[in-house]
């Protein structure tokens, strides 16, 4: 016996070296999923503002008659309505579940409550509060560290926003990465 390792102890080795890949890959997917998933909510919100809604947006400058300059900005898109927005909006996630691919092993997180009422194929869809926490936490994560880049990106109306900011610009989706946009 002497010299000899247990099977128990290759095993058990075996499985804390491929541990922490399996851990990165829940993180990632959780990450991404929430990043997807907040921009869909916030793109979501921004249409369901009135477009002809407006806000004031003042300068300091001060005009040679006195008066203070004044713009109209359509208010959908304003960073005051963006920022309010990015408040609330991780609430959300609890109307959310996860779904596994299950030829890739990886999550997905799709909406289980439709935002208009129509009925949902939850089917392979796992709905718990572990599931929504953990995503409102993400969310949470998501929209205080990349604050700038959610105004940024849609102060503007632009194409693959989710793309752009949960792939390109903040890394939180690897670029192989491609769930289609139904699913989300």
């Known amino acids: 016996m002497r010299g000899r390792i247990p099977p128990a102890l290759c095993l058990a080795v075996a499985l804390a070296a491929l541990l922490p890949a399996a851990c990165a890959r829940r993180s990632q997917d959780l990450h991404c999923g929430a990043c997807r998933a907040l921009v869909d909510e916030l793109e979501w919100e921004i249409a369901q503002v009135d477009p002809r809604k407006t806000i004031q947006m003042g300068s300091f400058r001060i005009n040679p008659d006195g008066s203070q300059s004044v713009v109209e900005v ?41 935002h208009d009422g129509t009925k949902m194929d939850l089917s392979g869809v796992k709905i718990d509060g572990d599931v929504a926490s953990s995503l409102k936490f993400a969310c949470e994560s998501i929209a205080e560290e990349y604050e700038d880049e959610l105004i940024e990106f849609l102060s503007h109306e632009a194409d693959n926003v989710k793309d752009r900011l949960c792939s390109k610009r903040t890394d939180l989706c690897d670029h192989a990465l491609h769930i289609p946009h139904d699913e989300l």
């Open 74 to 114: 359509p208010y959908a898109r304003s960073e005051a309505h963006l920022t309010e927005l990015l408040e609330r909006v991780c609430e959300k996630m609890k109307e959310y579940g996860e779904k596994v691919d299950p030829s890739t092993h990886r999550k997905s997180y799709v909406r289980v409550i439709s």
